[in-house]
């Protein structure tokens, strides 16, 4: 019986959630480059890209065009995303800081999770069965709590730069008179910063969960 013929790299290349990645970088690259000439222009290309994110995530689940090259490429494409506006946040906001460290927490939370997933053998980043944490299972393990997450996340740094109006916004001054101005603003911006903050725990949660399977490795291979 005839084993099954292996996927040629070039179609790999061109699956449909690959494809999709490609169109998203694009995307990016337009809305970045424009983002201080026309901050409605890049939010809706930005926002486009991350709906996208999802897009690419169901063509690979239903046309069965998972592969790990579309993994890194979808990891990456939203961490550069998120890297990039968070650089841009930093600038047009005081302090600059928080900003850079949010960034800081990003990369390496998830470059941890993704080089000691690799490390143990799991085939995915997300495969967290074996967590202590409620939440890090709750996060990964439940699309629709995650999913709020990250739009919480992303909707509210857009959000942020739209508000901007000089490269010296207080961060703070910004929410209290945005958050004054209408019980909905608060409302609205409440359910956001909760999201966000959800998402900032998992991401510590994971740094340490990635860390401790790095040093727990280490000692497995001395014994």
């Known amino acids: ?6 996927p040629k790299p070039l179609n790999v290349y061109l699956y449909i959630p690959n494809i999709i990645g490609y169109l ?19 939010s809706l290309l930005y926002f486009i890209s991350f709906v ?6 169901w ?13 890194v490429l979808d990891m990456v494409t939203d961490r550069v995303s998120t890297a990039c506006l968070l650089v841009i946040l930093s600038q047009v906001y005081r302090p600059g800081l928080v900003f850079l460290s949010l960034l800081a927490l990003d990369i390496s939370s ?26 890090f299972r709750l996060y990964y393990g439940n699309r629709m709590f995650m999913g709020y997450c990250c739009v919480s996340c992303e909707v509210l740094y857009i959000t942020l730069f739209l508000l901007a109006r ?13 958050t004054t101005r ?3 603003y608060l409302v609205l911006l409440a359910l956001l910063v909760f999201g966000w903050a959800i998402k900032q725990f998992v991401n510590v949660i994971q740094m ?4 401790d399977a790095c040093v727990l490795y280490d000692i497995n291979k001395k014994q």
């Open 1 to 6: 019986m005839a084993g099954k013929s292996k």
């Open 52 to 57: 996208c994110d999802a897009l690419d995530g």
């Open 110 to 135: 998830h470059w941890l999770q993704m080089y000691s997933t690799f490390l143990v053998g799991k085939t995915s980043h997300k495969d967290v069965k074996d967590s202590s944490s409620w939440l």
């Open 182 to 184: 209408s019980w909905i």
């Open 59 to 71: 063509c690979a689940r239903k046309f069965n065009q998972s592969s790990t090259f579309g993994a």
């Open 208 to 211: 340490k969960t990635a860390a």
């Open 166 to 178: 000089k490269e010296t916004d207080s961060l703070i001054d910004v929410l209290v008179n945005t």
């Open 24 to 42: 998203r970088i694009l995307m990016n690259c337009v809305a970045f480059a424009v983002c201080f000439v026309d901050k409605k222009l890049f």
